[in-house]
């Protein structure tokens, strides 16, 4: 079942001399539970194209469904409400708010949705991160890979229609790389979640479903 569908999607900054075409009239569908990565060099036009799908930003022109939703027919106060409780967003920095512990960091879309954290939920999802038993800790606490599962985790809380990955591991050894990778597909497999990642690393792109790749802001390729 299609979930995401992206139509003659442009994106240009600045005019005349200045005119830059991020994004030149970009269109696919992902389905429900696929894992898709989207490759391209700096410059390309993939976190560009991120945003937009993650309503972070407004296209030039062309129209992103989500769930049948055509995403920017909503005013800024209701895509707001949109991207927090049906997209989660996953960067290459953390983003974690420093006075928060790790439990606090992952509800924290549910607080500020003033919905309630259910337990069991949270302790399962905490247990799938591998990090039960740093709950209570601050993110200058933990190393750089507990701090992007804790992101990871606080993407997941809300059950999103989408999770978008903007080079998870771009700020990650290899090791912590790999946990973070494997993580993403187990998410992917056992909770059936569908997974947007962009990533300029073709062997991290080989663990999706499909990939995308986009040069000059428009697909050249998929495989």
Do not use: C, W
């Not at 299609?2 to 009239?25: H, Q």
């Not at 409400?81 to 924290?108: A, K, S």
């Not at 507990?146 to 997941?156: H, K, P, V, W």
């Amino acid at each position: 079942m299609e979930i995401l569908r992206v139509e003659n999607l442009t994106k240009v900054y600045g005019k005349d001399t200045t005119k830059v075409v991020a994004l030149d009239n970009v269109s696919f569908s992902v389905n429900k539970g696929e894992f898709v990565a989207i490759v391209g060099a700096s410059g390309s036009g993939k976190s560009t194209l991120l945003h937009l799908i993650g309503g972070v930003d407004r296209p030039t022109s062309g129209k992103v469904y989500i769930d049948g939703k055509d995403i920017f027919s909503l005013n800024d106060d209701k895509l707001a409400i949109f991207r927090r409780r049906q997209i989660g967003l996953i960067y290459q920095f953390y983003n974690l708010i420093p006075i928060l512990n790790v439990e606090e960091n992952v509800t924290l879309p549910l607080a500020l949705d003033n919905r309630e954290v259910a337990k069991e939920d949270l302790n399962e999802l905490l247990k799938l991160l591998g990090l039960s038993n740093r709950k209570n800790h601050l993110p200058n606490e933990l190393s750089g890979g507990q701090q992007q599962r804790t992101s990871i985790g606080r993407a997941l809380i809300t059950n999103p229609t989408i999770i978008l990955a903007d080079e998870p591991t771009g700020n990650l050894d290899s090791k912590a790389s790999d946990e973070i990778v494997a993580l993403l597909k187990k998410s992917n497999k056992e909770l059936k979640q569908t997974i947007i990642m962009i990533t300029h690393n073709m062997e991290i792109a080989k663990v999706a479903d499909r990939i995308i790749k986009i040069e000059d802001g428009k697909i050249v390729e998929e495989v």
